[in-house]
T-cell receptor, first 115, second 112 residues
Framework: GAGVSQSPSNKVTEKGKDVELRCDPI?????LYWYRQSLGQGLEFLIY????????KSGLPSDRFSAERTGGSVSTLTIQRTQQEDSAVYLC?????????????FGPGTRLTVL | TQLLEQSPQFLSIQEGENLTVYCNSS?????LQWYRQEPGEGPVLLVT?????EVKKLKRLTFQFGDARKDSSLHITAAQPGDTGLYLC????????????FGAGTRLFVKA
């Protein structure tokens, strides 16, 4: 596809379960970003990838969160032992390069609900 | 902690009115972007400003970057219902790494 895609679009899970969120960036985009957006809030920066490398993981909320990117393309965000406070929309974006003035193209997000 | 504060948080106006949305920080940014987000979708870039004092116009939207590159404003002239959405500012700093900080957004509703 032409844009960033994310799957699933919606995920409802029970507290304590693990979830995996997927992001397919625009082909050729070397930079990939994950954000979290809670209801009525702005975007919380989680992690970025330059290629397959994530130089700074300090934005991840806890050690239950992890992310990886393979082949310089698809990325997965994994949340282990989900908690109710993890409920949010998880947005992925990609850009041609890493510079801050590059346009980030966002996917539609995955809405995660933890019961 | 770097913060980007946006004001107002919510704005409901009549079609044809003018409005200004503000984005303020105590930190200096190398660039600042404005995005618009509609329900169920990701944000879409409107503009990027990189030079202090820069003014950019996009049809009825005027964006300004503060001289010190700590703040920005978005002015909409003669608002239309199609302008309804969540407006987000995002500041970037390229200092030995990368981080983009988003403001909490201004939710605009334009009534016909």
């Amino acid at each position: 596809g032409a844009g960033v895609s994310q799957s699933p679009s919606n995920k409802v899970t029970e507290k304590g379960k693990d979830v995996e969120l997927r992001c397919d960036p625009i082909s050729g985009h070397t930079a990939l970003y994950w954000y979290r957006q809670s209801l009525g809030q702005g975007l919380e920066f989680l992690i970025y990838f330059q290629g397959n490398s994530a130089p700074d993981k300090s934005g991840l909320p806890s050690d239950r969160f992890s992310a990886e990117r393979t082949g310089g393309s698809v990325s997965t965000l994994t949340i282990q032992r989900t908690q109710q406070e993890d409920s949010a929309v998880y947005l992925c974006a990609s850009s041609l390069g890493l510079a801050g003035n590059n346009e980030q193209f966002f996917g539609p997000g995955t809405r995660l609900t933890v019961l | 902690t770097q913060l980007l504060e946006q004001s107002p948080q919510f704005l409901s106006i009549q079609e044809g009115e003018n409005l200004t949305v503000y984005c303020n920080s105590s930190s200096v940014f190398s660039s600042l972007q404005w995005y618009r987000q509609e329900p169920g979708e990701g944000p879409v870039l409107l503009v990027t400003v990189v030079t202090g004092g820069e003014v950019k116009k996009l049809k009825r939207l005027t964006f300004q970057f503060g001289d010190a590159r700590k703040d920005s404003s978005l002015h909409i002239t003669a608002a239309q219902p199609g302008d309804t959405g969540l407006y987000l500012c995002a500041g970037a700093r390229n200092t030995g790494g990368f981080k983009t900080i988003f403001g909490a957004g201004t939710r605009l509703f334009v009534k016909a």
